[in-house]
């Protein structure tokens, strides 16, 4: 029983045995069922007319016994001298009892007493409980929730996607199940060990599988549950953690989103004697102070690394700082292999980790977890028995463009659409440094009436000038498209995200890359990068990065307008087949631009159709997209 459950019963069971005594205590007063209340004077005349056997007298109480078996309780209005000698010559047999002898009154004196015995109870209590852990009634106390082998235990098998990270915490697995291989060497493990990383990508997992590894105690709990109002109560749960730890050494406190506790005590958010500050210190005394903590590892996660305190980071405190970066591709695989363990899928129809994997670029593990998800969700909605390829397609889809949406384009807002994304289609295509299309589509979608989506061979770790270029073009092909087919004033506001992409993009070649000969290889720091650091830029320099901003995007703009100039005919082509189909895959794109056919297939059978042999093709077998010079020359207006 623990000692909160103890205090609890204890507390139970005096209130129950003062409930007794005053239900006792009221019983033993009262009259009973079976006894009757006469007059003084009526009793009198029993006793004279020798009816009464027997009486018990309690002060001025009265109870008796009738001769015939009939019980009867009086009271005396005085101290009647003549009544005793009345009862002895009527041969009444007589009792008497003293008021302090009597157990109902001992009840009763007590059932008073009972509020001031209360009082001194809870005072009592209350000086016990101060100086005991986590203070008066708990305030104090560590929210810590623990977690140990019988719950559900997280191995590092569990986790995938990170191998860097799984190998740096391997010795802290090593040194919790033998501690002493490393003592005897004279090494000390890591006091505490920090994974900064973006949301989602498994830093608390990665905490639990070290747990679940070692075999070991494990205490969670988040930076924001030791800040609170009042000063001072933040710091003894710290204490309190620290003490608990301990009892169970060896274990593991994982204290997540640290930042809430541990950011820069200098940085001026506050003020420096604040809740804050005290519960910070008490965490920078507890991880590294007097008191020996061998045995308890900490382990802290944060997205925010660089707003820590100094003192927190410090060798002796939190030694250790591993990255847990977005995992790469095979990484993605790995993940999406681990959570598809418990999903239903056909051997038949085997689900390509490889290619979700290439085209979900930028998703961390929660990502692709809730990717698999709705995918499952997906085919449970629509009545299928498996989890095929198709589900995964349609929701990262709907996870990178948005829902699709309900709205009917006109035919003139489709034909606009449909020459815009062709024109991004056809300059990223003849752009060598530009990523492969893996699909193009005019099916609104969250806020974009139509999308082309480019997706790399490999993950890059950093973007070449000639990238950067390729991509400034790619981003200018639909405004160019719609200038070059339709005229000036035909121009739509469709364009503004990929102008806001391709200004942005140019600005950060300028400022931030060193990639324009007249600002040099100068770092300039944005306005809105970092409020409490202004970076002081001359007037004529900030005119100069405008000036070099312009050229760039006007570069890519020229750039983009030649591709479409040399390729017109394909322009015509490609937006024709997507206004009748709205989807277009890369792989289709590709042949269509190649051989000025294509093949779709809605059966089994795969056939080539030239566009001279439309008119011969039966459609109830299979649709043809396939343009003649006559339908080519009605999408031109200029």
Avoid at 36 to 49: A, G, H, M
Avoid at 121 to 131: A, E, L, P, T, Y
Avoid at 237 to 249: C, I, S, T
Avoid at 587 to 606: C, F, H, P, R, V
Wanted: charged share 25%.
């Amino acid at each position: 029983m623990t000692k909160k459950s103890w205090h609890f019963s204890y507390i139970t069971i005096l209130v129950a045995i003062l409930v007794v005594i005053g239900t006792y205590n009221i019983y033993n007063q009262g009259p009973k069922s079976n006894t009757i209340n006469i007059s003084f004077s009526d009793f009198v005349k029993d006793v004279e007319s020798k009816s009464v056997d027997q009486v018990q007298i309690v002060d001025n109480r009265i109870s008796g016994l009738y001769k015939n078996g009939i019980k009867f309780t009086t009271l005396t209005p005085y101290q009647d001298t003549e009544l005793i000698k009345r009862l002895i010559h009527n041969n009444v047999d007589i009792h008497v009892h003293s008021s302090n002898d009597n157990a109902g009154y001992v009840f009763l004196q007590l059932f008073a007493a009972f509020p001031t015995l209360l009082w001194i109870g809870m005072i009592i209590f209350i000086m016990r409980q101060s100086g005991q852990r986590g203070g008066s009634f708990g305030i104090g106390k560590s929210r810590a929730k623990m977690f140990d082998e019988s719950n559900d235990k997280v191995t590092f098998d569990d986790v995938a996607g990170i191998p860097e990270a799984k190998s740096d915490l391997v010795e802290i697995v090593d040194f919790l199940k033998e501690p002493e291989k490393f003592r005897k060497m004279g090494a000390r493990i890591p006091r505490g060990v920090l994974l900064a990383g973006p949301p989602g990508t498994g830093k608390t997992l990665l905490a639990k599988s070290i747990a679940g590894e070692a075999n070991v105690v494990f205490l969670s709990i988040s930076g924001s549950d030791f800040v609170e109002m009042f000063v001072g109560i933040g710091a003894s749960r710290v204490r309190d953690l620290f003490e608990q730890a301990k009892e169970h050494a060896p274990c593991i406190v994982f204290i997540d989103e640290i930042d809430a506790l541990g950011r820069n005590r200098s940085s001026g958010v506050s003020g420096g004697h604040d809740e804050r500050e005290q519960t910070l210190n008490q965490l920078l005394v507890e991880m590294d102070g007097f008191e020996n903590n061998e045995g308890v590892v900490i382990i802290a996660a944060t997205n925010r690394a660089d707003i820590l305190d100094p003192a927190l980071l410090r060798p002796g405190r939190f030694d250790r700082l591993v990255h847990v970066t977005l995992p790469d591709m095979k990484g993605r695989e790995a993940i999406l292999k681990v959570h598809l363990k418990n999903v239903k899928t056909s051997n038949d129809n085997p689900i390509d980790l490889k290619k979700i994997a290439k085209g979900t670029p930028g998703f961390s593990g929660a990502h692709l977890k809730n990717l698999v998800n709705e995918s499952a969700l997906l085919a449970a909605r629509l009545g299928d028995k498996y989890v095929a390829m198709d589900h995964f397609e349609e929701m990262k889809d709907k996870i990178i463009m948005g829902a699709k949406r309900s709205t009917i384009m006109t035919d003139d807002e489709k034909k606009m659409t449909a020459y815009h994304e062709s024109g991004h289609a056809l300059v990223s295509f003849y752009s060598p440094a530009s990523d492969p299309i893996h699909k193009l589509t005019i099916i609104p979608r969250g806020h974009a009436l139509g999308m082309l989506v480019t997706l790399p061979e490999r993950d890059k770790v950093s973007e070449t000038r000639e990238e950067l270029l390729s991509n400034l073009a790619v981003a200018m092909g639909g405004r160019v498209a719609e200038l070059k087919i339709f005229g000036e004033s035909k121009v739509t506001t469709g364009a503004s995200s990929d102008l806001q992409y391709a200004t942005k993009s140019a600005r950060n070649m300028v400022i931030h890359y060193g990639m324009s000969d007249r600002v040099g290889s100068v770092y300039y720091q944005d306005n809105n990068e970092n409020p409490m650091q202004v970076q002081h830029i001359s007037e004529y320099k900030l005119q100069i990065i405008d000036e070099e901003v312009k050229r760039l995007v006007d570069a890519a703009e020229k750039s983009a307008l030649e591709i479409l100039d040399k390729h017109i005919d394909q322009l015509h082509l490609l937006a024709s087949y997507l206004i009748q189909h709205e989807t277009l895959t890369g792989i289709q794109i590709k042949e269509l631009l190649e051989t000025g056919s294509l093949k779709i297939i809605d059966s089994d059978e795969e056939k080539v159709i030239d566009s001279d042999e439309e008119q011969s093709i039966n459609s109830d077998e299979e649709k043809v997209v396939s343009v003649s010079e006559n339908e080519i020359s009605s999408f031109e207006t200029k």
